[in-house]
């Protein structure tokens, strides 16, 4: 997986996470064996994180300290990736 895939999502939605009230960054990871990056969302008390490693692998995680989630995935394009970041979306009822 091209992790610059999801710079190039987290751009395209930017201005509707605007207007929904989310605060947003993608994180480049260190140089590893397994590169990764995260799309981490925050709105309100509740925070949700989107870790893609270049294998494809991807995590989610969302909620407030009080109830939340984890869900796996496997993207194996940028259409994948995008459709995990909708499930982020959906998860903390941005859209």
């Not at 590169?35 to 494809?56: C, R």
């Not at 692998?57 to 459709?83: F, I, Q, V």
Request: hydrophobic share 40%.
């Amino acid at each position: 997986m091209d992790l610059t895939a999801l710079h190039r999502i987290a751009e395209e939605r930017s201005s509707d996470w605007a207007r929904s009230g989310v605060r947003w960054d993608v994180i480049d990871g260190p140089l590893t064996d397994k590169p990764a990056a995260w799309l981490i969302f925050n709105k309100g008390d509740e925070i949700g994180q989107l870790t893609v490693w270049v294998s494809g692998e991807a995590e989610m995680d969302w909620g407030t300290p009080e109830h939340g989630g984890a869900r796996h995935y496997d993207c194996d394009s940028p259409d994948a990736l995008r459709a995990c970041v909708r499930d982020l979306e959906s998860a903390l009822r941005v859209t």
